[in-house]
């Protein structure tokens, strides 16, 4: 078989312009990737990894979720399986993949780090790849700060719960020896989650512990997050994310939310209208804190999680069972930022949809509130989670171009718990010069190699390094 079978240096790009858009201006810029989900204690202590079950498998649902659909037996996915079955049941599934986004990933994962691109991955090719893999694990240059070096990997941006220590960033952003950010991302979904007492019940009492005191009204609530958020700041943190299934932004008074806090603190369960107004609340005052210390805020609406519960119970939530929700977003959506903005607190925002649906309702909506004091203040996020494919990334970015500033994006991030998902940067990179370059091809944008060189390496990178305000530098050659 010839040196590259699948994933050919024009992969996705079918024309001229697309091909000289990314391999002049795309494909040797560094990586931002301000949203994942890696463990920062993998990095502080530079995991090394055992095998490629290890490193590939662990944690990661989206793989679950095809093997189980492909006839694959649980404990091969979550249970007890050896580490090689487990493997070895991943690589008979690739071969059933083509057309999800999963089988370009895997084959893209392959050529980087690990220079395989001369077979696929199947049930004949398993062992050999497994051993080639495995082997090059066990060297020091594929530790978790190794491969993060291995593809230009400048910053990432945890997901962190406000009562996290932040120890492990502590240690990395103390080393000396490592360059690469590793920020915290404040994510308070469980601050909001009044509705599991089983859960609120428990992390408000270590809420209390971290901030000193008790939480008896929901004005020292407010104060006890505060803190917390202010010491995220002192870390570094300079972004907030809102795991939401819907925007809520209900009418309360301050009554009703002390009376409601009072009962969530004491366990007791909330009728429904109680929840809609606490979590109404918790995004309006979640927003005003963002401003308050020049965060931007992220929300990530629109997923329908733990629907079965069954395995709900067995394995626990981020397991694979969670789908695209349908929730009416736009009036809501519209009240919370309408308020932010009267009283001018209204941060940088990014909006996520889980929803294609709601791509155009997000674009409109963001138009709203751009004021003018940052270049692209409202952003509408990347295609995300079962958009995150070649089709979902191409109408995420043909709603914002249509209606919004497509040049003002601040582009791609994994939303990954593995060092190995890093070339969804490069996938991402490839489909938004193969978009620009078929038009410029047509005449529909200019011709003009030079300006949408620029667009390219600004949605790439450069925006990122701007709107966050990382400290990074721009590249403009």
């Known amino acids: 078989m010839g040196s590259d079978v699948y994933i050919k240096a024009d992969f996705l790009l079918q024309t001229d312009a697309a091909r000289e858009l990314y391999h002049t201006y795309a494909a040797d810029l560094p990586i931002i990737d301000y949203h994942c989900h890696l463990p920062p204690q993998d990095v502080a202590q530079d995991r090394r990894f055992a095998n490629m079950a290890e490193i590939w498998l662990e944690g990661d649902h989206y793989k679950w979720r095809a093997m189980r659909s492909n006839g694959v037996s649980e404990r091969f996915c979550t249970g007890d399986a050896s580490p090689w079955e487990k493997f070895e049941q991943w690589a008979n599934t690739v071969p059933y993949l083509i057309g999800n986004q999963l089988y370009p990933w895997t084959h893209l994962e392959l050529k980087r780090p690990f220079g ?25 240059e594929f530790s ?39 920020l915290p991302t404040w994510r308070p979904d469980k601050g909001m989650a009044v509705d599991q007492p089983q859960v609120f019940r428990p992390w408000l009492e270590k809420l209390e512990a971290c901030t000193g005191g008790p939480c008896v009204s929901f004005d020292d609530y407010l104060t006890a997050l505060k803190k917390r958020q202010q010491f995220f700041h002192e870390c570094g943190c300079r972004l907030s994310d809102h795991g939401v ?26 009728e429904e209208a109680e929840v809609k107004k606490f979590k109404s609340a918790m995004l309006y005052e979640f927003g005003k804190m963002n401003h308050d210390l020049g965060w931007t805020q992220q929300f990530h609406m629109l997923p329908m999680r733990n629907n079965n519960t069954r395995m709900a119970r067995a394995l626990g939530p981020d397991t694979g069972f969670d789908s695209i929700g ?46 003018g004091s940052v270049p692209g203040k409202m952003q509408f996020g990347s295609g995300w989670w079962f958009n995150d494919t070649k089709e979902g990334m191409e109408d995420q970015m043909s709603a914002l171009r249509q209606v919004g500033l497509l040049s003002r994006f601040v582009g791609m991030l994994t939303d990954s718990r593995s060092f190995l998902s890093y070339p969804r940067h490069d996938y991402f990179r490839r489909i938004l010069c193969n978009l620009l370059g078929e038009e410029m091809d047509k005449g529909i944008i200019p011709n003009d190699m030079s300006l949408m060189g ?15 305000g990382f400290d990074l530098p721009r590249i403009e050659s």
């Open 454 to 468: 620029r667009m390219v390496r600004d949605i790439s990178y450069n925006n990122a390094a701007t709107y966050f």
């Open 326 to 371: 349908d929730w009416r977003i736009a009036q809501p959506l519209s009240r919370l930022l309408d308020r932010l903005d009267q009283t001018e607190q209204l941060a940088k925002t990014i909006l996520y949809t889980l929803n294609p649906r709601d791509n155009m309702v997000l674009t409109t909506m963001l138009g709203n509130f751009q004021d």
């Open 116 to 140: 395989i691109s001369n077979r696929l991955l199947g049930p004949d090719t398993a062992k050999d790849i497994w051993d080639t893999c495995n082997g090059l694990l066990a060297s020091p």
């Open 245 to 270: 299934d819907t925007i809520y932004a209900d009418a309360y008074t301050a009554q009703e939310m002390d009376a409601i806090f009072r009962k969530a603190r004491a366990g007791k369960q909330l």
């Open 144 to 182: 978790s700060r190794g491969i993060m070096k291995k593809f230009n990997v400048v910053m990432v941006g945890t997901t962190d719960d406000p009562i996290d220590t932040l120890e492990h960033h502590q240690t990395v952003a103390a080393d000396p020896d490592f360059s690469i950010l590793m």
